[in-house]
């Protein structure tokens, strides 16, 4: 069984900085894509950043300059380094990933329970 469990997330002030982690972990063959997504109260869920194997990233245009996607493929864990921090960018932080699992012949979406970023003075 494939798991995504995120960490980092919590309260902050404008301007200021966080780092999420997102680790996969189980039975995996093979990860494509990793990346992070959000959903603020009321609203759909929006692309922040993602990752593919060889390096390749995009960027929602509202964090573009100020957050940076990093992965670790040894240790299947993607980062957001998140900085100058919005009060709009308070919302429910989700990590995603596609990848192969163990015995599957093709991949499929993975998505982890939510880390919650909140920016206010």
């Known amino acids: 069984q494939v798991q995504l469990v995120e960490s980092g997330g919590g309260l902050v002030q404008p301007g200021g900085s966080l780092r999420l982690s997102c680790a996969a972990s189980?039975?995996?063959?093979?990860?494509?894509?990793m990346g992070w997504y959000r959903q603020a109260p009321g609203k759909q869920r929006n692309l922040v950043a993602t990752i593919t194997d060889d390096g390749s990233t995009d960027y929602g245009d509202s964090v573009k300059g100020r957050f940076t996607i990093s992965r670790d493929n040894a240790k299947n864990t993607v980062f957001l380094q998140m900085n100058s921090l919005k009060v709009e960018d308070t919302a429910v932080y989700f990590c995603g990933a596609r990848l192969t699992a163990s015995g599957r012949y093709a991949p499929s979406n993975y998505w982890g329970q939510g880390t919650q970023v909140t920016v206010s003075s």
């Open positions: 189980g039975s995996i063959f093979s990860i494509n894509v």
